[in-house]
């Protein structure tokens, strides 16, 4: 199983998978793959802070429908 986690933790740093693919691949939900990343202190997001500003920058421009 080790074997399958350390893959799928180097295919997701990579991004060549997402965060739920690489856990599926490591036979965990993604939950669970996310604390066991945590027990390494290994990063489960990959977003740097322009990111984020950029896709709140986006979101300002979409209109929340009325109730």
Do not use: W
């Not at 080790?2 to 490591?26: C, D, L, M, N």
Request: net charge negative; proline share 3%; hydrophobic share 40%.
């Amino acid at each position: 199983m080790a074997g399958h986690v350390a893959t799928a933790q180097i295919e997701q740093e990579s991004k060549k998978i997402t965060i739920g693919v690489a856990a599926r691949y490591a036979g965990m939900n993604r939950c669970e793959f996310e604390q066991y990343l945590a027990q390494y202190n290994v990063p489960c997001s990959l977003l740097e802070y322009d990111d984020v500003i950029a896709d709140l920058e986006k979101m300002k421009g979409i209109a929340v429908p009325a109730r």
